[in-house]
């Protein structure tokens, strides 16, 4: 069965450009890994800091490698002095 992820971001204000290309740096080679299904970006209309990525991995193991590859690593050093906060990354599975 396959896992859900939702990733919120949140930018201080005065990052949102840096957050924003930070971030995109993510989406190819994310995408290129074994188990990654579906990663999305998202940045709210009303509120400008707040991005959200939507994703969907086979399973537990496929996330977890994802989590120590090297370009999450480096874009979450980068982000230490961009975001307002940590990430809060939530993991789902589908009921129905």
Not at 27 to 56: H, K, M, S, W
Not at 81 to 95: E, G
Request: aromatic share 6%.
């Amino acid at each position: 069965m396959s896992l859900r992820v939702v990733a919120h971001i949140t930018a201080r204000p005065d990052t949102v450009d840096e957050t924003r290309e930070l971030l995109m740096t993510l989406i190819e080679p994310t995408r290129a890994e074994a188990g990654c299904v579906t990663y999305e970006l998202l940045q709210n209309n009303d509120d400008p800091t707040d991005f959200t990525f939507v994703e969907e991995w086979s399973g537990d193991d496929a996330l977890d490698a994802h989590l120590v590859t090297e370009h999450l690593r480096n874009a979450a050093a980068k982000g230490s002095d961009l975001f307002a906060a940590p990430p809060d990354i939530r993991r789902y599975t589908l009921v129905a």
